[in-house]
């Protein structure tokens, strides 16, 4: 099988559950996979169609994507080929030759052929082997997205009892998938369900201000790079597309309201690469497919964190890092709560209430976000991010959990410090007045604003107004729900909510407990800081000249530029710098048939690159190495200038945790960070005894690695995480 895998589609190995499902498939039983986009679902198929005799039947309600699939295929080498109603009765009757003469391995259909009786006759007259049904969701009611003719699959069992199945799909909650069980009479089928963490995707809100200047820095990050903006409204769309036409970018709505052609035209343009910016509405865009969209960005707030998922989903399937921005603002809230209080049905109001608020805290969320949206879909293993340079950095954010290094409250440099006395002044403020007010209140009578509201109930009077003043609204704000997420306070109510103290909270004032808590951000540090997109150190220039190589020779052959190579295989390529045929096939997605069609024309490129700027093909072909998903060190604030001078200064880790009043672990992450920044820093002073630190030097190398955890494990509790880090900054 893996000799399949790299011959067709030249990969060296498969990704997470693909080798399971293949095996099950390849033994004749059926299969129910659930995977998130780009998890790799059509191997899954595709793969056992190339070793299995008859032929492999794929049914997808996506007809406009059946092309761009076939065509992938056939620049694999594949015999692919296609059935639905884009295609003349004519170009039917060639394909329907081809498969009758054996010359077909994959048959794509769309469901409604399968309700015409001829076109049964015809299927009835052919060895199938195996019968993938993608986007199975769509055959459920229960599901978000059910499709009348994919009803008409129920004939599948009927007329090849013995045939395996495989239903594949990215969104099926337990309903779905026993519906599609049911639906589909799948015997025995195992199930298989796959992480849906996407760990190249980056997340993070801002807020809504500014943000035609915010999306526009964006864009900048992402020059010529694919993008989708998901918008309220068809006019917003439209309306936002031609400003960014104004400022350069080749920008296109996108939206069901469009003509049919129109949209079938910037759909193409986008897929082709001659669009950079698809402009969609938030209920449309099931129809975009396209691999190496680097950014989804979210001008309007989501209905559902379903939907936003899903919409997300479109970005980075080619496991290339690539970002998911959503821009927040209260107002949006409005806008959808009006809609939502126009539906009629007091339970599907209530139900789409309850969806946006799922958003709403998502939106505010000060802790992990991917974690959040993992939990939402039921998943409680949160992975333990293992890729070796997420762990290089600090491993815990301020929680104490897990660092997903692909988040924006993950990436941003947290401070900690003690916050005993700002918890007992708003502890104190919320007794005082009684427990029955919000946040904004509170922050007010804090801050010792002369509010009316204020005045009115006599909280100016209070030994508790003015004793926060040197802190603003955002700032109260903050800690506010940083001691909610604590358990020491509670938020009541919808609409009006109030905030209360815990069980907790009363305990912390009576028993004077300590307590830490993280400083607010004070800027955005996440996205305007990091670098450039590319984290590989690949060669850009040769990366711009091979991709426009790929756009002609696409152009050429009518088929979208992915369908030659894949932005991993080209970013390798200008890595790699491979010059002979047998280096060429080492690199990810290369496999016999594309070595042989497009091998020559890309290596005499790479070849007169590599003797312009004199350089040698590089011989390690181990394993790309990537620089982490997003390197928020490249310029680093001021914080990290602090830190730099104490430690310039001769100071240990532990008198700069104390003067900066931060704990230690996040110093030392700041010193990784600087590190990685590429700075030179004076740090011989805190290096471990050299016995200890031959130790974990030995340890280091005998676990092969860079992480920490099986460091540890080796060398057992007698060494501290700070030590071990500590050491690893001289290794
Ligand atoms: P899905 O259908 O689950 O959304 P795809 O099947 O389209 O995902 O796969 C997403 C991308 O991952 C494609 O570009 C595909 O070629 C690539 N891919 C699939 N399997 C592998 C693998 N084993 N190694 C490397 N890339 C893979
Ligand atoms: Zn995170």
Redesign the pocket.
Same mark, same amino acid.
């Given at each position: 099988m893996l000799e399949l895998l790299k011959n067709y589609?030249g990969?060296d190995?498969?990704?997470p559950l693909?080798e399971e499902i293949i095996n099950n498939v390849l033994l004749g039983n059926d299969s129910l996979v659930l995977?998130p986009? *780009? *998890? *790799?679902?059509?191997?899954c198929y595709e793969l056992p169609a190339m070793k299995l005799p008859g032929l492999t039947l794929v049914i997808s309600p996506l007809i406009a994507l059946m092309k761009d699939q076939v065509d992938g295929l056939k620049a694999n080498g594949i015999a692919a080929e296609f059935i639905n109603s884009s295609l003349s009765p004519k170009e039917i009757g060639r394909v329907e030759d081809l498969v009758r003469a054996g010359k077909i391995k994959i048959l794509y259909l769309a469901p409604e052929r399968l309700a015409l009786i001829n076109f049964q006759n015809f299927l009835k007259t052919l060895k199938i082997s195996l019968i993938a049904v993608d986007e199975a969701h769509c055959i459920s009611e229960w599901g978000h997205d059910f499709r009348p003719d994919y009803r008409n699959l129920i004939m599948l069992r009927r007329d090849w009892p013995k045939v395996s199945i495989i239903a594949l799909t990215?969104t099926a909650t337990e309903r779905v998938r026993r519906d599609i069980v049911e639906q589909l009479s799948l015997k025995n089928a195992k199930i298989f369900i796959s992480s849906f963490n996407r760990p190249n995707l980056i997340y993070s809100v801002k807020p809504k201000k500014d943000a035609f200047y915010s999306l526009l820095q964006l864009l900048k990050k992402y020059k010529d790079r694919s993008a989708i903006i998901y918008c309220f409204s068809r006019k917003e769309t439209e309306n936002l597309a031609a400003d960014l036409s104004e400022e350069g970018y080749r920008a296109f709505a996108y939206h069901a309201g469009l003509d049919n052609n129109l949209r079938r035209l910037n759909q193409e343009k986008f897929v082709r690469d001659e669009a950079q910016i698809i402009v969609a509405t938030i209920a449309f865009g099931m129809g975009i497919d396209k691999?190496d969209v680097r950014l989804v960005i979210h001008y309007s707030l989501p209905k559902s964190i379903e939907g936003y998922y899903q919409e997300t989903g479109r970005a980075g399937?080619? *496991?290339l890092p690539s970002e998911c921005v959503l821009f927040f603002s209260y107002g949006d809230i409005h806008k959808h709560g009006y809609f939502i209080d126009e539906i009629e049905d007091a339970d599907e109001c209530a139900k789409a209430k309850e969806k946006l608020n799922q958003v709403i805290k998502y939106s505010e969320l000060k802790t992990c976000r991917r974690e959040y949206l993992l939990r939402y879909f039921g998943e409680n293993n949160i992975p333990a991010f293992p890729d070796a340079e997420r762990e290089m950095a600090t491993n815990e954010n301020h929680d104490g959990k897990n660092n997903c290094r692909g988040c924006d409250n993950c990436l941003a440099p947290k401070e900690e410090f003690d916050a005993t006395v700002v918890a007992q002044k708003i502890l104190s403020a919320i007794i005082r007045t009684g427990e029955r007010f919000g946040a904004k209140h509170l922050a007010g009578v804090l801050q010792g604003k002369a509010a009316r509201r204020i005045i009115e109930f006599g909280h100016d009077r209070l030994s508790v107004f003015g004793i926060m003043a040197e802190y603003d609204d955002d700032e109260i704000k903050y800690f506010i729900s940083l001691l909610i997420t604590k358990g020491l306070l509670v938020k009541i109510g919808d609409e009006y909510p109030i905030i209360r103290l815990t069980e907790a909270g009363r305990k912390f004032l009576l028993e004077r407990q300590k307590i830490v808590l993280t400083r607010p951000r004070k800027a955005e540090l996440i996205s305007e800081e990091s670098e450039p997109f590319g984290s590989v150190e690949y060669e850009p220039e040769l990366f711009i000249e091979l991709r426009s190589l790929r756009k002609q020779l696409a152009q050429e052959a009518g088929v979208p530029p992915f369908v030659i190579f894949?932005d991993v295989s080209l970013e390798q390529m200008a890595y790699y710098l491979p010059q002979s045929p047998e280096n060429f096939l080492r690199i990810?997605g290369v496999g016999k048939e594309k070595l042989q069609r497009f091998g020559q024309a890309f290596m005499s490129v790479i070849t007169s690159y590599a003797k312009n700027h004199n350089l040698a093909e590089r011989p390690n072909f181990a394993r790309i190495r990537r620089s982490g998903a997003v390197r928020s060190a490249g310029r680093l604030g001021s914080t990290y200038d602090e830190t730099m001078q104490l430690l310039q200064a001769g100071l240990t880790i532990e008198q700069i945790a104390l003067a900066r009043n931060l704990a230690p672990g996040t110093v030392i992450s700041h010193l990784e960070n600087l590190k990685q920044a590429g700075k030179d820093l004076r740090l011989d002073h805190l290096k471990p005894l050299s016995e200890r630190f031959d130790k974990i030097q030995a340890a280091f190398r005998e676990s092969g690695g860079i992480l920490l955890s099986p460091v540890r494990e080796i060398l057992g509790e007698e060494y501290s995480y700070n030590e071990i880090r500590l050491a690893r900054l001289f290794l």
């Open positions: 589609f990969y190995e498969f990704r693909q995977m986009t *780009g *998890g *790799g679902k059509s191997l990215a691999p399937r080619d *496991g894949s990810n």
